[in-house]
């Protein structure tokens, strides 16, 4: 019998369920890549929507006759000023473009508390569909100014709340159906790499948009919203929400093996204090996470709380019973200030880029890019480091305290040359995607599953969406409080980020004081 090629043996060495696996997660990996993506040309079509002011600021303050003679001929044209497009073209257009991605954030916001109840109640695959097609249109809508002539400013505002709304279907979506198919074994480095397509979405998102942003703005919006409608009939086509649909196994480390990762190694060194105690299955992941303050245990008053279901757990969570699972408000607290973090850079960076290096708005978006490169190593790194410590909190508290004086260096490094920001935007992009990307993937997965559900995987939306919910309070702040604040100084908005990063660590410090409390006790034991 002749030998398999090299290239059939590797596709049977992996069995059926290791293939669904993986289509699953390079599906909904690029399905929310497509969210990202459709998001990310707001930030760099600012450049060309007010394009010219600075420099003509620079010449009065050179030559103000030569400033004047600029500026008379502009005048004269109906459609748009010397200094961009208008509404855009006022001074206060930092304010203006804050108000668009405020409005954006602001839906994004309110409409993440009720997609993931709504999510809970429907089929994933069609809510994530309509929600796909959605975004295309209203993205889509946006670029179509451009073409139409379009100077409302309301109608832009309009467009960003439509999209903002309908944008809440993916995230709740994508991680439900994701946890679904992986278990708990090596939570935070499985997602730390799945997470990566936040940045990948962000990169792509800024290279189709900066081709475009210099010659025909419209087409940066256009192309975007073509690009996650096709994705959302891909995701008709194919998403498979569960893996029992197709008859696979549900976690690919179900039985009692598993419970020999992560934190259960201690428990080999570990008196046991009663028979009854050491017969409960506790869930390696959470030991760590969601402890006792005095016996380094999931506290067991939590079992009923959550869940109106009981001991089944086979309806839907209530919101306040998702608030009752322990460290839901304080991981969903921290991820408001780090996504106010995140989402600044997301939204300012290719401007503050021109402003500072006088780069064209197609460079400034390139440049920018490289703050998301490093966010892909930030969020791989964060879950590796939280799966070998296995300590969530204390992961995102390491990040966030080094991530504060970084952005204070990167405001007076990035003054001094291109190569100094590259640098830095590698290394901050790193220290704020990294908790960021930690808590709303391994984190909600981790709380969305815990025991005190008793199984009920329909709760996991709901819990997604309460934090993803309140870091998009955030992500809506910091924007708003970036475009009010830079007319007084860049200098100021980093140092409001650096207080953000601040009051986020300030909320993880109860459970870093429990999971370090909890390895002392595991010391003890082990020394003994």
Known sequence: MAQLPPGIRFITSFSRDQWYRAF??????????????????ISIVKGELHKHCAASHEVELSSYREYAAQIQPVKKLSNASQCGWEPFDKNNYKQLLGALDYSFLCAYAIGMYLSGIIGERLPIR???????????????????GYFYNIHNLWFYIMAQIANGLVQTTGWPSVVTCIGNWFGKGRRGLIMGIWNSHTSVGNILGSLIAAYWVSTCWGLSFVMPGVIIAVMGVFCFLFLIEHPKDISCSSTPSSSSKAFLNGASRFRVHMPTLNAKEASKPQDPEMQHLLIDSENCTASPNSSSAATGEGRHGTSAISFLGALRIPGVIEFSLCLLFAKLVSYTFLFWLPLYITNVEHLDAKRAGDLSTLFDVGGIFGGI??????????????????????????????????????????????????????????????????????????????ALSTVTAIIDGTGSVGAALGPLLAGLISPSGWNNVFYMLMVADACALLFLLRL?????????????????
Request: net charge positive.
């Open 24 to 41: 699953i997660f390079t599906l909904t990996f690029f399905l929310y890549a497509s969210f990202h993506l459709s998001r990310k040309p």
């Open 126 to 144: 069609y809510y994530l569909t309509v929600g796909m097609l959605a975004s295309g249109l209203f993205t889509a809508m946006f670029g179509l």
């Open 381 to 458: 790194l964060a879950g590796l480091i939280s799966d070998r410590l296995e300590k969530r909190a204390s992961t995102c508290g390491m990040m966030l305290l080094l991530a504060a004086p970084t952005l204070y260096m990167f405001s007076a490094v990035s003054k001094m040359g291109l190569e100094a920001t590259v640098v830095m935007l590698l290394i901050s992009g790193a220290l704020v995607n990294g908790p960021y990307a930690l808590i709303t993937t391994a984190v909600s997965a981790d709380l969305g599953t815990h025991k005190s559900l008793k199984g009920n995987a329909r």
């Open 512 to 528: 870093i004081q429990k999971e370090l409390r909890c390895n002392a006790d595991h010391t003890l034991f082990k020394e003994h």
